[in-house]
């Protein structure tokens, strides 16, 4: 009897993560992540809300879509990381200043009313944050950063510009609603041109570091597109702050001094405080404030921050609670005040980063939360700025930082779950806190006319100090 040979084995040739092909599979996947993820951050998972709906306001608070969304969301990202990203830089990622800020923020949810649904509104933001980490950290390298940043905001900014066309009433106010003097001011995909103004700002500072790192069109074409939009807006503070956080941070630079630029940007800060929630305190800067714009009142925001500021001391050291003022059973009980700009029962926010963070964690912990989000990205830009190859990003983030510090003077947005304001100026942070310590893979170096360029600046800013000093 005779038996029939073994038909020859067939083998499937599965490509491996540790030769070329598989490395190629992975640095692709993780690119499309991290686009797709920022793509996300701007977009929101709740796009072009109509203005006409009564929950759109508080969409954040409770909403379903956001808290099955970012909950798939984050638990895709961190297995990502977990899979792709180095271990030393997933252990770097654990930084003491979020530990802190979450901490504190945890901490305060036991001075709230409802102190599960303020931990559970909390949460919600913690977990957005690992979709932030891993936009920041799959991508192989700069380079694959940047791409697919700019191809995701391109296509973004172009669906945005599609709807004002296809769906005016879903990305132009009405005259409709509570606000008829925005009819005709630009939207966008998001609730409000004031949401809109500051993160289009973003998306121009954006295009200016895909510039920068070589992406010449399509970084051109985010910048003007951006700045159009944001000038369709009608945020005449933005258009001034947008300027001026992109000159601090490009005039140091071109001069190859940053500490100037921190310099710079603190007295800004003083004196934009000064004429903004300085006006309540005093009768001079509401004066000089009177002198340069014609609105000295923020359209009303001065009557909310009186009202915020005086309710402060009734819980000076523990704060209200994270979420926990606005909107809460005491405000809504009280009489309607006919004398003041706005009704407090129905103020979402206190239109102030600075108050808010006092009013609702505290004086310690406010202030603390300030210092990690807004000034001790500053250190880390210094930092940043010492490594080589780093510049283009840490100039991002840093002129993110900046700009959000000032809009944070009329807005409030810290923490706020999935906020596009707050997750890009969260991105911010993380990326300077990375590159302060983390040297990034593939970054592109100055060109050697741009190292001449800094080189005839240093020499002619010395020459004017031999002169006058």
């Known amino acids: 009897m005779t038996t029939k040979p073994a038909p020859p084995s067939v083998t499937i040739a599965v490509p491996s993560l540790s030769d070329g092909s598989g490395k190629r599979v992975v640095a692709v996947t993780a690119a499309l992540l991290s686009g797709f993820g920022l793509f996300i951050i701007v977009l ?37 990381m977990m899979v792709i990203v180095e271990r030393k830089l997933l252990l770097r990622l654990i930084s003491p200043s979020w530990i802190v800020i979450f901490a504190i923020a945890f901490a305060s949810c036991l001075q709230s009313y409802d102190p599960t649904a303020a931990a559970r509104g909390l949460t919600q933001s913690l977990i957005a944050m690992i979709l932030v980490a891993g936009t920041l950290t799959l991508p192989r390298s700069e380079r694959d950063f940047v791409q697919a940043g700019a191809n995701a905001m391109l296509i973004l900014i172009l669906i945005d510009y599609a709807a004002l066309v296809v769906a005016p009433d879903r990305a132009i106010h009405s005259a409709a609603g509570g606000e008829p003097w925005h009819a005709g001011f630009w939207r966008g995909h998001l609730l409000h041109k004031n949401v809109s103004a500051p993160v289009f700002s973003i998306l121009a500072m954006f295009g200016i570091y895909c510039i920068r790192s070589g992406l010449t069109l399509r970084g051109t074409l985010i910048t003007l597109l951006a700045v159009n939009f944001v000038l369709h807006t009608g945020s005449k503070t933005t ?16 001069i190859g001094r940053p500490g100037l630029t921190i310099v710079a940007h603190l007295f800004l800060t003083v004196v934009i405080f000064g004429l903004t929630v300085g006006t309540v305190f005093s009768p001079t800067l509401l004066a000089a404030t009177s002198a340069i714009l014609a609105d000295a009142t923020f359209t009303g925001r ?168």
């Open 302 to 469: 001065d009557a909310i921050w009186d009202f915020a500021i005086a309710s402060i001391p009734d819980k000076l050291w523990f704060g209200h609670g994270y979420a926990s003022f606005w909107l809460s059973p005491v405000i809504m009980a009280m009489e309607k005040n006919f004398e003041a700009s706005w009704d407090v029962r129905g103020i979402v926010t206190g239109h102030n980063t600075y108050i808010d963070a006092v009013l609702t964690f505290g004086l310690p912990g406010g202030l603390i939360m300030i210092f990690l989000i807004f000034f001790k990205p500053l250190l880390d830009y210094l930092g940043a700025c010492r490594l080589s190859g780093a510049s283009a990003f840490a100039d991002f983030c840093a002129m993110a930082v900046i700009f959000m510090t000032y809009a944070a003077m009329l807005e409030s947005f810290v923490l706020n779950r999935a906020d596009p304001m707050w997750m890009l100026t969260a991105l911010a942070v993380f990326g300077l806190g990375l590159a302060a310590r983390h040297p990034l893979r593939g970054a592109r170096k100055p060109a050697p006319d741009i190292q001449a360029r800094r080189r005839y600046w240093r020499e002619r800013l010395q020459s004017y100090k031999d002169i006058f000093i």
């Open 239 to 254: 258009l001034g702050f947008l300027p001026i956080a992109i000159g601090l941070v490009l005039g140091g630079r071109m």
């Open 44 to 80: 929101t998972l709740i796009p072009f809300l109509s203005s006409a709906d009564n929950a759109a306001r508080t969409t954040n608070e409770g909403n379903m879509i956001n808290q099955v969304g970012y909950l798939g969301l984050g638990g895709i990202y961190l297995f990502a």
